[in-house]
């Protein structure tokens, strides 16, 4: 522009070159490039001529018989073919600029969705931390408007798993929404016939149990149902156990199941990045506009119905299985997966697994310790427990005198309630802390007779600790070892 100033000023090509300090060459080149309309954009950069100029028509029609997925190091292979001397990085930078200028205008616009409270759920799986040597699997679902989710960990993806998991999820929001949307797995799609999805009879029966039609997104479209994609992302980051996390290993499945409440907690009640609010206190909105669940779900696929004996036991195929305790006298339903057994309980929370079994024979029960409470001591472990004043007060001098008392009765000691009341009486004159140390040593070396409490307790006064030394020895003498060794 101070070129341009100064031949506006001077009308001579010399006289502008002197005052802009440049050639008059360089003033007759500008004011030839105004002249014509031809002065570059501001920021525009001066196009050279490159080495790739002659091969980019056949660098756009790679890009558009591909799609635009061809690969920088592919095309450039290509163009050496054709005689191309460039570098590599002349290709990459250029096929780039060619691949942006293919996607304008084919690019996907994306409209903004605003989800109606109560119509739409969705759910999807993710691959869950091993346990036990056994891969697991996350159901996790999304309740669009309240933002709401729920993570369930499972064995498998059957669809007697799904249909109890959709049991919980939905007794988890409080009621059924009008759709559930999900991908093209097999316990929901069986086919599809020109693109149109083929349901599964199963699913579209329990969906229609409980009022709700399920549907599906098109194959291979993420995007179509992206509050499911973000919380199995979300949930496999905060719960399954990579080199990153630094979570550490899982030893049982009620682990797993404690973390998922836990993050279902967290999730749950902290403020969404859109709706600025919890989910949990928006569900207490969308509730009104769900509909109600019947109050037995839907149990066709859960298979054979069982009642559970007082023993905390079924009886499935001849073989005795052992469920929680807490199900006496209930009932359940059993199927067969594979090689295994499996026991499905239906309460107020929904359809749960709480059993699962290798497929066992007559005569080989399956019993589970994890489903018994602690088991009452027996014969040999038996504890002290008081019924009178006097063995109150005996055995609230301390351990010493619960020891005491099991070793002195299993040695068929005589007298022994007398006994137990001197010891007493010395507690008043000694301490329940020396008498209850002095009855600790007399079970340990079996010191049951008349007063040896009290001989104890004279042996060794407050303040002395004895120990022995190399004067004072036990040790007889080492004539019998003289001929040791010959």
Not at 7 to 15: A, K, V
Not at 92 to 101: D, G, L, M, P, W
Not at 294 to 308: H, I
Not at 460 to 474: F, K, V, Y
Request: glycine content about 8%; proline content about 6%; some cysteine.
């Amino acid at each position: 522009m101070e070129i341009l100033e100064a031949f506006d000023l001077t009308g001579s090509f010399r006289d502008a070159g002197e005052l802009a300090g440049c050639s008059h060459h360089t003033v007759a080149h500008w004011v030839g490039k105004r002249d014509a309309g031809d002065l570059p954009v501001d920021g525009e950069a001066v196009r050279r001529e490159r080495m790739i100029d002659p091969f980019l028509a056949k660098l756009e029609e790679w890009v558009d018989r591909s799609d635009g997925k061809i690969r920088a190091d592919v095309a450039f292979k290509k163009l050496q073919a054709l005689g191309f001397e460039g570098s590599d990085r002349t290709v990459r930078r250029e096929i780039k600029a060619v691949k942006e200028n293919f996607r304008r205008g084919r690019r996907r616009v994306y409209r903004p969705w605003i989800p109606e409270p109560g119509m739409w759920a969705q759910w999807d799986w993710g691959t869950g931390p091993i346990v036990d040597g056994r891969q697991t699997q996350l159901f996790c679902a999304w309740l669009a408007w309240a933002r709401k989710r729920v993570v369930f960990p499972t064995w498998d993806k059957t669809l007697p798993t799904l249909i109890s998991c959709l049991d919980q999820a939905m007794r988890r929001f409080g009621g059924a929404p009008t759709y559930w949307l999900t991908d093209n797995e097999r316990t929901v799609t069986t086919t599809h016939v020109a693109q149109i999805p083929v349901r599964h009879p199963t699913i579209v029966a329990a969906g229609a149990h409980y009022g709700v039609t399920i549907t599906t997104c098109v194959p291979a479209d993420p995007e179509s149902k992206g509050g499911a994609e973000a919380t199995v992302r979300i949930a496999k980051a905060d719960l399954v156990p990579t080199e990153t996390n630094l979570l550490p290993a899982y030893a049982s499945f009620a682990e797993l199941v404690e973390a998922c409440e836990r993050f279902m907690a967290e999730v749950n009640t902290r403020p969404h990045r859109v709706t600025r609010r919890a989910p949990d206190d928006m569900l207490a909105e969308e509730q009104q506009h769900l509909h109600r669940l019947p109050e037995v779900g839907y149990t066709a696929v859960f298979g054979e119905t069982r009642k559970v004996s007082w023993s905390a036991t079924i009886s499935y195929g001849g073989v005795t299985y052992s469920v929680p305790h807490t199900l006496c006298e209930q009932t359940v339903w059993v199927r067969v997966d594979g090689d295994e057994i499996v026991v499905t309980h239906l309460s107020g929370k929904g359809a749960v697994e709480v059993a699962r079994h290798r497929r066992s024979t007559p005569g080989r029960p399956m019993i589970c310790d994890e489903h018994y409470p602690p088991r009452p001591p027996g014969a040999l472990g038996r504890q002290p427990k008081p019924t009178s004043p006097e063995e109150t007060a005996f055995l609230a001098i301390g351990e010493g005198a619960r020891l005491w008392l099991i070793e002195a009765a299993a040695a068929g000691t005589g007298r022994i309630k007398v006994k137990m009341a001197e010891a007493v009486g010395l507690a008043q004159l000694h301490g329940a802390e020396r008498v209850d140390w002095a009855l600790g040593h007399a079970a340990t070396y079996n010191r049951f007779a008349e007063r040896d409490v009290a001989k104890i307790l004279a042996a060794n006064p407050p303040g002395i600790r004895r120990t022995a030394d190399e004067i004072h020895s036990l040790q007889e003498g080492t004539r019998a070892w003289e001929g040791f060794g010959r």
